[in-house]
């Protein structure tokens, strides 16, 4: 079983940055893959950002593109999400994903982590 670790959440200004953390306890074929997925009250959990170890990638949403990074340290295990001029609209729950590949659903994710709040206000 593979356990992900997140961290970074927190209340941000609109135009701050803020970035996330995530390191998982062990690599296998099923982690090749990570990506961060956000879930908003009432609205299903969405794609964000997701990269390989390898560094393929990386790809975006449409709505954090541009103001988003992505990235991974192998040396450290772990995986960022670097959030700037956030936006009321990123406020929500976001949750840290690992899995064979890049998908933009969530069914294709093996694991995920526990969520981090982020709140961006106005």
């Known amino acids: 079983q593979v356990q992900l670790v997140e961290s970074g959440g927190g209340l941000v200004q609109a135009g701050g940055s803020l970035r996330l953390s995530c390191a998982p306890s062990?690599?296998?074929?099923?982690?090749?893959?990570m990506g961060w997925f956000r879930q908003a009250p009432g609205k299903e959990r969405e794609f964000v950002a997701a990269i390989k170890w390898s560094g393929d990638g990386p790809y975006y949403s449409d709505s954090v593109k541009g103001r988003f990074t992505i990235s991974r340290d192998n040396a450290e295990n772990t995986v960022y999400l670097l959030m700037n001029s956030l936006k009321p609209e990123d406020t929500a729950v976001y949750f840290c994903?690992?899995?064979?590949?890049?998908?933009?659903?969530?069914?294709?994710?093996?694991?995920w982590g526990q969520g981090t709040q982020v709140t961006v206000s106005s």
């Open positions: 994903a690992a899995g064979p590949n890049i998908f933009y659903s969530t069914e294709r994710w093996n694991y």
């Open positions: 062990r690599r296998t074929f099923n982690t090749a893959a």
